[in-house]
């Protein structure tokens, strides 16, 4: 009963929703079957029309809920006199708590073995002897348990199925049996190098949901399992309401659906526990593990995170992986077995469970083959996402797939098992059919969208299991190298490409490493003829002290003032000529240089970039030049108290570390900076594992990379000192009230409420930013009620800021001096309000549509879409995180805004500051 099965290729695509424990009987006729499956596919190439129905016309099922909630539906068909009669409850290994792993699969063991009026061994032995068939099998989301038998048996079959799921009396004897034969179970798991590298891999790739843990259990888990906790689960999830009844076969549903209710509904109702869906978070880098045991050969799992079964995304997916991976004339058979001999099998399929799967590539290979045939592999399943597929390989691909539902309808079993998971995973008993006309419609770019969107590296796990005695052991650096290695060189436009290539590289970010160790990221677009481009360096306040304040700032305003090829004028008409913009930028964080040109002059431009970034030469004349123009901005700040304010709010937040410095420096260390010290600041943080430069725009990858490559990869590796030296956290205690008196002359007061906020990578950020829009903007609360209501200011806002060290989230109001403290109370009053009550429904869509627009409309420009690619990439988020950020701003709910508030603005750490006149000191 509880054997590993081979899931047969219809259940793979559409209804190989997770791992599975159990024995299926189909699959025992596969293998004879192999020849008839090619001529069928033969047969649908010859004669495939897209739109027609593949099988028969068969009576539609009917669906029926009853009382006490359990699902009830019946099929007719008459083409053997047999039927299968299916129970599936929705309940699998994620609905177990870490104590309970492995109880779903006990359960399905233990009902089994005797009811009150059944002993044990009797059950099997009435279905047997009506010539019948009882198994059953426990995956991730759901229990089945189902009887094959003929149809002249049917009320048998449904009283023994519906007496095992309502009286199973786990008797405590039987339960230590059975305990016994999973504990030999999960050993015999580990025995078989494919289940012991399956458990592996998907501990992984998973990091949060359930999916990661194995069905069968552990054995600490199922040891510790006694009568009283299986039961406490049976009670909890075996209730009508969880249930899926389904029959299929040579019925009348007039006669068989009243005694099935009658039956069905003896079953008492009770609730149905609240099931929490854990969110697995999504993956920024590429995964990997090596395992060594005592095997001949090696064994290769690769996969890549997708949606789940109900996503539009899902049928060009299954087609993508049979190209990829689906059968003999598959690409990845083609070359790797047929062609180059490296592998004895592999393949691909989508795994599609009720949440997010993957989509799998698996091999086994010698493993003095291993190198070669992780490459090839590699190349083939990211050339994917570069390369349109033909159209006979489409072709045949929806014809396999379309061939494998045929199969599916050969039995009853088949037919049931398909009711039952659309109405458990999808809610629509009409869904294989949606899913073939959905599947019809799909075209080359398609497959190459969703290549592009899912076969990232940084989306990837790389799994391998290799002989112990293997001297040439790999390790998960080495395997995290060769994803990145294979993926930039086959996205890497190539001469003579098919047309359609161009298409795809328009639409996506690609990343090339240079050989410095700096990351290129080009982002083609075509619309307008202007190319922009941002180089970054990470460093900032955090590479600074408090002797060199300000360094980071002089050393970046330098970078156009003089190259050794160019002097500071040379530059400025040079850029001018060529109608373009070229300055040097620093922050808390990074410093670095932008440009912008129309297209038509990009090399020149580039060269010209690439001049002042790597060859500055901070000539005295105009280093005295520029110091004298930082000092008059630090002085002239008395004039911008708003300014004034935040810099006091941020040496109060961050006292004694970087992030309380002012980024343009003091007077006193502006002063003292010499040529010198801005030499030796550029060699130490201005080098290639350091560096990413952004180019977006009107160009062709092709000449953006070979361009670049030129000239940027001379820029050294590695500074004097190795590798750029981290930023230190802050550990000093912030500073609860500061104040700052300013001429009396001055008219309004200028106050800081906030504390320190959270990093770059953190994903708090997103319900920061919600908790940010909900308080700020004109339909915001701080607006309405401290403006609009009580008209105590004409700006009033709320903030949050991100670093690579904790930045800072709260709220700014300038106000008269007078209404300082009413400001303040008001300011205090929202603050809390936010912590302690919910916000509404109204507020929170408004908040997130005003996020997501603003977001879209500032990166409307070529110049901000590449500094967000640059400052991604260089802050770990990835050059494409922007293309989730929609997505993560909408699934902020309530409590998460919230909880962040409850946790960044705890009124026991804020921080208030303030400016204010002279003359308005107590």
């Not at 490493?513 to 700096?518: E, F, R, Y």
């Not at 000092?631 to 992030?659: K, M, T, V």
């Amino acid at each position: 009963m509880n054997l590993v099965a081979a899931v047969n290729p219809g259940v793979r695509r559409l209804l190989h929703t997770d791992r599975k424990i159990s024995t299926h009987p189909e699959t025992a006729r596969a293998g004879r079957r192999d020849w008839l499956r090619a001529a069928v596919v033969g047969l649908l190439l010859l004669f495939f029309v897209p739109g027609a129905r593949a099988g028969a016309a068969s009576p539609e099922p009917v669906r029926r809920v009853l009382p006490n909630g359990m699902v009830v539906i019946v099929k007719e068909n008459h083409s053997a006199p047999v039927v299968s009669i299916q129970a599936l409850v929705r309940v699998g290994s994620t609905a177990e708590r870490n104590d309970e792993a492995g109880m779903a699969h006990l359960h399905e063991h233990m009902l089994f073995k005797g009811t009150r009026t059944r002993p044990v061994g009797s059950i099997a032995r009435a279905i047997e002897a009506a010539g019948g068939d009882i198994n059953a099998y426990t995956s991730w989301d759901q229990t089945v348990y189902f009887v094959d038998i003929a149809s002249r048996f049917v009320d048998l079959g449904v009283d023994i199925l519906a007496d095992i799921l309502e009286n199973a009396t786990f008797d405590p004897a039987e339960l230590e049996k059975e305990k016994e034969v999973v504990l030999e179970e999960i050993r015999r798991s580990r025995d078989i190098p494919n289940s012991r590298l399956s458990e592996a891999f998907f501990m992984r790739a998973y990091e949060a949901h359930p999916y990661r843990n194995p069905v069968i259990g552990r054995a600490e888990t199922v040891q510790a399992v006694t009568r009283e906790t299986i039961l406490d689960f049976y009670r909890r999830w075996y209730v009508p309401s969880n249930v899926v009844w389904v029959v299929v076969g040579d019925v009348e549903t007039e006669r068989l659906l009243p005694a099935l209710e009658a039956r069905l509904a003896k079953i008492k109702a009770r609730p149905a526990p609240e099931r929490v869906r854990i969110q697995e978070p999504p993956q920024r880098e590429p995964r990997a593990i090596v395992l060594l045991a005592d095997v001949k050969q090696a064994y290769v799992r690769l996969g890549f995170h997708i949606p789940g079964i109900a996503h539009p995304d899902v049928p060009a997916l299954d087609l993508l992986a049979q190209v990829l991976g689906g059968g003999r004339s598959s690409r990845l058979y083609q070359a790797l077995r047929m062609k180059k001999r490296v592998v004895n099998t592999v393949g691909a399929f989508s795994m599609t469970p009720a949440d997010p799967g993957m989509f799998m590539i698996s091999a086994t290979l010698e493993p003095s083959n291993l190198e070669e045939a992780l490459s090839d592999l590699l190349r083939e399943a990211f050339r994917m996402a570069s390369e349109p597929v033909g159209e006979d390989e489409l072709r045949r691909a929806k014809a396999q797939i379309e061939s494998d539902f045929i199969y599916q309808q050969e039995t009853a079993q088949g037919q049931a098992r398909e009711l039952a998971s659309y109405e458990a995973l999808c809610g629509d008993l009409d869904f294989g059919r949606k899913y073939l006309d959905a599947l019809r419609s799909i075209g080359v770019q398609d497959l190459l969208a969703v290549s592009r969107k899912y076969l990232q590296p940084s989306n990837a796990t790389l799994a391998v299991l290799q002989p112990a005695s293997d001297d040439s052991a790999w390790t998960e650096e080495r395997l995290r190298e060769i994803l990145t290695a294979r993926y930039e060189e086959s996205s890497a436009p190539a001469a003579g490409r098919q047309a359609g290539v161009q298409d795809a590289l328009s639409r996506r970010v690609l990343r090339i490493s240079l050989a410095n160790g700096g990351r290129l990221l080009v982002k083609e677009s075509h619309e307008v003829p202007v190319v922009a481009l941002y180089a970054a360096f990470l460093a900032g306040l955090p590479a600074e002290t408090a002797e060199t304040n300000g360094v980071g700032n002089f050393m970046a305003s330098m970078l156009t003032q003089g190259t050794s090829n160019r002097s500071a004028v040379q530059i400025a008409e040079e850029i001018e000529s060529l109608a373009g913009s070229l300055s040097g930028f620093s922050g808390r964080d990074s410093f670095g240089l932008q440009a912008e040109v129309v297209s038509w002059n990009f090399a020149p431009a580039l060269r010209l970039f690439a001049d002042c970034l790597l060859h500055p030469a901070f000539p005295e004349e105009e280093l005295e030049k520029k110091r004298q123009d930082i000092l008059a901005a630090i002085q002239n700040q008395e004039d911008n108290l708003a300014r004034c304010a935040f810099q006091l709010f941020w040496s109060s937040l961050y006292p004694g570390c970087p992030y309380g410095m002012d980024p343009l420096g003091t007077l006193d260390t502006v002063r003292k900076l010499g040529r010198e010290d801005l030499l030796a600041h550029y060699r130490k943080y201005a080098v290639g594992k350091n560096f990413v430069l952004a180019i977006a725009g009107d160009v062709t990858a092709e000449k953006a990379i070979e361009m670049a490559r030129v000239l940027f990869e001379p820029l050294p590796a590695h500074g004097p000192e190795g590798t750029v030296p981290a930023g230190s956290p802050c550990n000093t205690k912030p500073k609860r009230e500061s104040s700052r008196a300013v001429s009396a002359e001055k008219l309004q007061a200028h106050l800081v409420v906030g504390s320190r906020g959270t990093v770059h990578a953190d994903p708090d950020r997103f319900a920061l930013s919600v908790l940010d829009a909900i308080l700020s903007g004109q339909g915001g609360r701080l607006f309405m009620d401290l403006r609009d209501r009580q008209s105590l200011a004409y700006s009033v806002s709320s903030f949050t800021r991100e670093g690579m060290q904790p930045g800072a989230v709260g709220v700014y109001i300038a106000t008269s001096p007078e209404k300082r403290d009413r400001a303040l109370k008001g300011i205090l009053r929202h603050l809390g309000r936010i912590r302690d009550k919910a916000v509404s429904e109204e507020e929170l869509a408004r908040a997130k549509n005003y996020l997501i627009g603003a977001y879209e409309l500032g990166l409307q420009t070529q110049s901000a879409q590449a500094a967000l690619l640059a400052h991604d990439e260089l802050y770990g988020l990835g050059a494409e995180a922007y293309k989730e950020y929609a997505e993560k701003i909408q699934a902020v709910s309530a409590t998460d805004v919230k909880r962040v508030a409850r946790k960044y603005l705890d009124p026991k750490n804020l921080v208030r500051i303030e400016v204010l006149p002279d003359s308005a000191r107590p």
